[in-house]
């Protein structure tokens, strides 16, 4: 195609051909910049994840405007990730380096597979464990209330021992007035050491008190008690297999310590020798 005359002369003038090598040049630059850019990629897995997380919670399959909206979040939060750590915003911050501490320790127990126990590691684990697999100690026993806060509910507690039926006296109670089989920690935990002795001691088929407890004065009557037992192999399989395992697991993990220790060099202001080290 000829051009015009007059468009063969303003091509020959110097600013056109200076304005042309930078119009150019402005477009070799934006290309290599969008080149260079980062990129952001949301796999198809990460997209079956967010679908997953959405309908866990909704219970239903996300509309395309939520998909969009949902994609347009995990994106935002993508890039002001990176930014975050292309400032150094990351550096310095307790909660940030503990979280990647703690992705760190996951990461390294999925890289060393503890295997399945066998019959034999389960036998040991259970002979070198024995206190781990005991059913506890457990009293069935019925008890009185009789407040703390009210004048004299000491003796009204002593009293109701000489009643032919002790167990139609005393007050309403936030705890329960009888127990079957509970374990005698339990007890201790919830009324205190001195009240726990009392049941541990008296004796069976008897009304007997009073008892103190933080909550104020009882009588009790022991039906029956079970001496704590070890549980039988069988029973703790399960939880045997689940104790070796996070056992190996803790071995994996302190070993993945020591060789990160040996590839740093630790040192802490006026400690000759880190405790890291």
């Known amino acids: 195609m000829t051009l015009p005359p007059v468009a063969r002369a303003i091509l020959r003038e110097p600013l056109t051909q200076f304005l042309l090598i930078g119009l150019a040049l402005f477009v070799v630059a934006s290309v290599a910049r969008d080149l260079r850019r980062p990129v952001v990629r949301i796999d198809e897995a990460e997209l079956q994840q967010l679908v997953a ?45 503990r979280r990647l501490a703690q992705k760190m320790a996951f990461a390294s127990e999925d890289l060393e597979r503890v295997p399945e126990p066998t019959e034999a590691d389960l036998r040991t684990w259970y002979e070198a464990h024995p206190k781990d697999y005991v059913a506890p100690a457990t009293v069935t026993f019925r008890h009185i209330f009789f407040s703390g806060d009210a004048e004299g509910s000491e003796a009204q507690a002593r009293a109701a021992l000489s009643l032919p039926r002790p167990a139609e006296a005393g007050q309403t109670f936030v705890l329960p007035l009888s127990y079957s089989g509970a374990a005698v920690r339990d007890i201790e935990r ?38 704590a037992e070890t549980l039988p192999f069988e029973s703790v399989r399960s939880d045997l297999a689940d104790a070796w395992k996070a056992d190996r697991r803790t071995q994996a993990n302190q070993a993945f310590i020591r060789k990160l220790r040996a590839r740093y060099r630790v040192e802490v202001a006026g400690m000759a020798t880190p405790p890291a080290t």
């Open 53 to 97: 997380y959405w309908e866990a919670q909704a219970q239903r399959p996300p509309t395309p405007d939520e998909l969009r909206a949902m994609l347009r979040e995990r994106i935002d939060e993508e890039l002001l990730s990176r930014e975050a750590v292309r400032l150094g915003l990351d550096r310095e911050d307790l909660i940030i380096r």
């Open 190 to 227: 919830d009324y205190g050491p001195a009240f726990s002795r009392q049941v541990e001691t008296a004796p069976e088929g008897k009304w007997i008190g009073p008892v103190k407890s933080a909550y104020g004065w009882h009588i009790l009557r022991v039906e029956r008690r079970a001496l």
